[in-house]
């Protein structure tokens, strides 16, 4: 391709509207253009890597055992309600009727239509265990679209599903799965870690997310620096323990005044006492019924490990007004005495003794409360959220936070969807039995901005060969003068020829120009071809990975550039 030619236009300066330097870098670079909030028109560039990354998923989930398929992006709502999603994707889900008043979706994922579509195909378990997948767009009405492709309300993702015959056979496509999913990063030039994590509206028992470590990342991973614990924060569990149970002997009550006291840091400054000597009491709407959440002070609530715990679609924090409805005292909120709600206990409330709480009285606490003697819970559970410091419940190492992008997240759905949608097979003994479900989505878009958050510095991209729209760019230099437009043509023909993708810059623009565009389009290598060097029968040639670059003879410039790109393949 020529540059001359090329659909799109590199930026001179920083796009007001980026957030993230994948997103800055995309506009910049001419590869994609904005069409509304979170929704992006991939241009040449992008949609060649786009189009790369998508190759390598198919052939590593083929290898995989898995079976393209093109679903139907239109889908009758009536799925969704069997399934129970309708309800729980909200306003995320795009909904529209048609000309005959039929309610339809554009769905954000597909466990429903591919589960139908097993169900009404699937006669047998002789026909089971199979794995289907697909790349194809979803839709998803984000309320804040940000940072280019990593949120966005239009999105291509590969969504795979396996079905078998029982857990068992589960296990097995989904550590397969998981060794593809370590591939098809690998081979896109991205590092990622797998931490364990939230099942969120997929449902399910257990999953996994593959994570691109970032600081520009909107995802909390906590990591031990001691052994390979990793999981998101949605999801991380910690050693809470601070002295054997049973150690201090239990006082009785007494209420202490406490003048416009109210926060954890200020009873703690008026009392002289440490923060897991005391009790935080949150009050929460959940469904719209209230709901306490009990916690040693030390610590903070994980709102989605609550709200999961209490199988909420809605969870949210209650307003003064609804705090001192429900019976309760804002600044001095307290489980004592209540029985009307449900009271959900974290675990850590059993790991010590005579703690302080409030007391359900304007500027007034309790001392000496104790659990489960003083108040009862309605569930128990661990609902902390993990922080940097804390002691890893898996090992005496240190628990530390770090900011990513979510790129790649595993399921195991077992029977959620087949009992719901009512999904069964004729087993050995001819009794009908649920399919046993794995679901797997990769972001294509993330994989690409991803791909730059890591592998990008101060002038620009610096693509892996392997996602990259081309491999080499030509800089034809001098363009006034024959020779060197003689020179890049044949340049530009033999590599073409050799199956070497190049972008040729035969552009009328300085060298100044064609350098920095060269740079901010990160393609592997660059070829310079200049009256200076031409004299001496020579070529420039430089990785864009590396700072300097070298000469070769003009007659060894096609065989140089093959092995340096067969080497960039084998090495990245």
């Known amino acids: 391709m020529k540059m001359s030619e090329l659909f799109g236009r ?3 300066e920083d796009p007001g509207e980026a957030e993230l330097v994948s997103h800055r870098l995309l506009l910049q670079a001419g590869m994609v253009n904005r069409v509304a909030s979170g929704v992006y028109s991939y241009l040449p560039l992008a949609w060649r890597s786009i189009r790369k990354i998508e190759e390598i998923i198919r052939q590593e989930i083929d290898k995989a055992g898995g079976q393209e398929i093109k679903l139907g992006i239109l889908q009758p709502r009536d799925l969704w ?10 306003p995320d889900m795009l909904r529209l009727k048609d000309r005959r008043d039929r309610d339809l979706v554009l769905p954000p994922t597909n466990e429903e239509l591919i589960t139908e579509t097993v169900k009404n195909t699937i006669q047998s378990y002789r026909d089971l265990p199979i794995l289907l997948y697909q790349i194809q767009t979803k839709f998803r009405d984000e309320p804040r679209p940000r940072g280019g492709l990593i949120r966005v309300r239009e999105f291509d993702m590969m969504d795979a599903y396996s079905f078998d015959l029982d857990d068992d056979g589960l296990d097995k496509n989904y550590d ?5 999913y370590k591939n098809i990063f690998r081979r896109c ?6 931490v364990e994590a939230d099942s969120g509206a997929i449902g399910g028992k257990d999953s996994k997310e593959f994570i691109l470590i970032t600081e520009s990342g909107e995802d909390t991973i906590v990591l031990c620096n001691n052994c390979e614990y990793a999981a998101n924060d949605e999801k991380a569990i910690f050693q809470k323990s601070i002295a054997p149970l049973n150690e201090v002997k239990e006082k009785s009550i007494k209420e202490v005044s406490t003048p416009d006291v109210k926060t954890i840091k200020e009873i703690c400054e008026f009392l002289n006492i440490s923060s897991d000597q005391t009790l935080k009491t949150i009050v929460y709407v959940a469904d719209n019924k209230p709901a306490c959440a009990v916690i040693r002070g030390d610590f903070d609530i994980n709102d989605v490990k609550l709200k999961n715990l209490l199988k909420a679609r809605e969870l949210r924090l209650a307003t003064n007004a609804e705090v001192n409805e429900f019976g309760f005292t804002v600044g001095s909120a307290s489980p004592i005495g209540i029985d009307n709600i449900t009271v959900v206990v974290d675990e850590s409330v059993r790991y010590g003794t005579n703690f302080v709480a ?28 993990a922080e940097s410091g804390f002691q890893c419940s898996l090992c005496t190492g240190t628990l530390e936070t770090r900011r990513g992008i979510e790129i790649g997240h595993v399921f195991k759905l077992g029977t959620t969807y087949s009992e719901s949608m009512q999904a069964k097979y004729p087993d050995q003994r001819g009794k009908s039995s649920n399919f046993v479900m794995g679901c797997y989505g990769i972001g294509v878009g993330r994989i690409l901005a991803g ?16 996602i990259a729209p081309y491999q080499v760019t030509i800089l034809s230099l001098n363009t006034d003068k024959v020779e060197i437009q003689d020179l890049s043509e044949k340049l530009y023909t033999d590599l073409h020829r050799a199956g070497i993708e190049v972008l040729y810059d035969d552009r009328d623009e300085t060298a100044g120009v064609k350098l920095n565009d060269s740079d901010l389009m990160g393609i592997p290598l660059r070829i310079v071809v200049s009256s200076r060097n ?23 410039a096609c065989d140089t550039v093959t092995s340096l790109i067969s080497n960039l393949k084998t090495t990245e």
Request: glycine share 6%.
């Open 176 to 180: 397969i799965m998981v060794s593809a």
């Open 189 to 194: 030039g991205i590092e990622t870690i797998v």
């Open 81 to 90: 309600k069997l399934s129970g999603r309708d309800d729980v994707y909200g």
């Open 451 to 466: 791909a730059l958050e890591q592998r990008s510095d101060e002038r620009g991209i610096i693509f892996p060969v392997s």
């Open 534 to 556: 031409l004299s001496n029968g020579e070529i420039e040639i430089k990785l864009r990975s590396e700072k300097e670059s070298s000469l070769i003879k003009i007659e060894k």
């Open 10 to 12: 590199t930026l001179r």
């Open 358 to 385: 409030g007391a359900n009285k304007v500027d007034h606490h309790l001392m000496n409360i104790n659990y489960p003697r003083d108040f009862r819970s309605h569930l128990e559970s661990d609902i902390a959220l």
